[in-house]
């Protein structure tokens, strides 16, 4: 089991600029989640799956668009990135909202 | 609001030493989870331990145990027997009931620093 995985790992875009950030879970688990790591900031839920084909917002949603075709797999957009969107970037997928959600490994995004 | 604390930036332990790394909780809800995760250097977020609120005994697995006490809203990290492999930063996180949803909420982290 591959567990949880994203790609890419690392990018840079300049400002306007869009990218799709693609995980994957091989889990069979029913909720994705994305997030973004600030510093000294803990981890913030940006949008959040509970099956294929739904999507909702979480904490930041601002920005970012999300779409999940596939049960394995789960996209995070940035249409137009922004400086402030400089950040890492993690999903997670668990069985059910209260069980324990399993990471990825992250994506260090820097935007110019 | 929902709210996790973890009150030290960084704590510094000894090889083979004990340490306790703080978690306060703020919630109104009587059924919630308390979860610690670890991340080291290379940033990946690997799960440590759960503790359900209902759940009567502590949880441990292996060299990690949380000291959970309800009354005080408190869920302390001990990780007995420190290694140098140790050394990372440590998340608190709660799940938190959301319309249905629940999300999980981080506190700031703890760095951990065990030294030979």
């Known amino acids: 089991n591959a567990g949880v995985t994203q790609t890419p790992k690392f990018r840079v875009l300049k400002t306007g600029q869009s990218m799709t950030l693609l995980c994957a879970q091989d889990?069979?688990?029913?909720?994705m989640y994305w997030y973004r790591q600030d510093p000294g900031m803990g981890l913030r839920l940006i949008h959040y799956?509970?099956?294929?084909?739904?999507?909702a917002k979480g904490e930041v949603p601002d920005g970012y668009n999300v779409s999940r075709l596939k049960k394995q797999n789960f996209l995070l957009g940035l249409e137009s990135a922004a400086p402030s969107q400089t950040s890492v970037y993690f999903c997670?997928?668990?069985?059910?909202?209260?069980?324990?959600?399993?990471f990825g490994p992250g994506t260090r995004l820097t935007v110019l | 609001a929902q709210k996790i604390t973890q009150t030290q930036p960084g704590m510094f332990v000894q090889e083979k030493e004990a340490v306790t790394l703080d978690c306060t909780y703020d919630?109104?809800?009587?059924?919630?989870?308390l979860f610690w995760y670890k991340q080291p250097s290379s940033g990946e977020m690997i799960f440590l331990i759960y503790?359900?609120?209902?759940?009567?005994q502590n949880a441990t697995e292996g060299r990690y145990s949380l000291n959970f006490q309800k009354a005080r809203k408190s869920a302390n990290l001990v990780i007995s027997a420190s290694q140098l492999g140790d050394s990372a930063m440590y998340f608190c996180?709660?799940?938190?009931?959301?319309?249905?949803?629940?999300?999980?909420?981080f506190g700031t982290g703890t760095r951990l620093l065990v030294s030979p």
């Open positions: 997670a997928s668990s069985y059910g909202t209260s069980h324990t959600q399993y």
């Open positions: 889990m069979n688990h029913e909720y």
């Open positions: 996180a709660m799940i938190q009931p959301d319309t249905g949803f629940q999300k999980l909420v």
């Open positions: 799956s509970v099956g294929e084909g739904t999507t």
């Open positions: 503790q359900g609120s209902y759940d009567e």
């Open positions: 919630t109104s809800d009587q059924s919630y989870g």
